[in-house]
């Protein structure tokens, strides 16, 4: 692991807490890439910081699944596989339908308050696809979807959703060159907003399973040509 990577300040909170939540930040944004392996004691060393916490986070990761623990090995980055894209975008699909369900039967109130996040996040979108910024557009993607479940009111829910989440995003920004339909997104996620506001049920559910069986495909697809150029 590189001395030069971005290292963090620790500060104001519990040290493995704030280790595990930025590092996790910087592997989601590809700064540490999948299958790349994070040095314990080399990691301890760069934050000025004993062993233990570091220890105490790479475990927090491991168990979320963004790392991988190797015996006699190691811990590394996890590798997401087109089998892995399509696990996460499944159990997505079925956390969020659960969460819309719970949503609208929850009343116009809840509602109203969840729409109302819901519009602000797209306004940053639309901002962010203009100066074609990836990173803040993966952010604000997902950004959209936990306050989507959060909405909710159901910790359960929005605990399993945050992992799924930091997952989608490395899903997204680690195979950004075959996610070819970001001129579409602002789109997309109006029309989640549309029917939720509107509070129909059934367009709303399949509007969902087509966003997430989209985004396999995308995400899934063979680089073209013109796409490795890029790459």
């Not at 004993?50 to 090995?73: D, F, M, Y």
């Not at 195979?175 to 997104?185: G, Q």
Request: glycine share 4%.
């Amino acid at each position: 692991m590189a001395a030069t990577k971005g290292l963090f300040t620790l500060e104001g909170r519990p040290t493995a807490q704030l280790i595990a939540d930025q590092l996790r930040e910087q592997i989601v944004q590809g700064i540490f890439r999948p299958g790349e392996q994070i040095n314990e004691s080399v990691l301890a060393s760069q934050l000025s910081t004993s062993r233990g916490p570091v220890r105490e986070a790479l475990q927090r990761l491991s168990q979320e699944g963004i790392l991988v623990s190797h015996r006699n090995r190691g811990v590394f980055v996890l590798e997401l596989s087109d089998d892995d894209v399509r696990e996460i975008y499944a159990v997505r699909l079925a956390v969020e339908s659960t969460a819309a369900d719970a949503l609208l039967d929850a009343g116009q109130e809840q509602v109203k308050d969840t729409c109302q996040a819901l519009k602000a996040i797209i306004s940053d979108m639309a901002k962010q696809v203009a100066v074609s910024d990836w990173q803040a557009i993966a952010r604000l993607d997902m950004q959209f979807h936990t306050s989507f479940v959060a909405g909710a009111g159901n910790t359960r829910l929005i605990r399993i959703y945050e992992t799924l989440a930091s997952e989608s995003r490395m899903c997204i920004l680690n195979l950004a060159v075959a996610y070819p339909r970001v001129d579409v997104l602002v789109q997309e996620h109006q029309n989640l907003l549309d029917l939720l506001e509107a509070g129909n049920r059934k367009e709303l559910h399949k509007a969902i399973k087509q966003h997430m069986h989209k985004a396999v495909e995308d995400l899934t697809a063979p680089p073209t040509e013109e796409n490795e150029s890029t790459a």
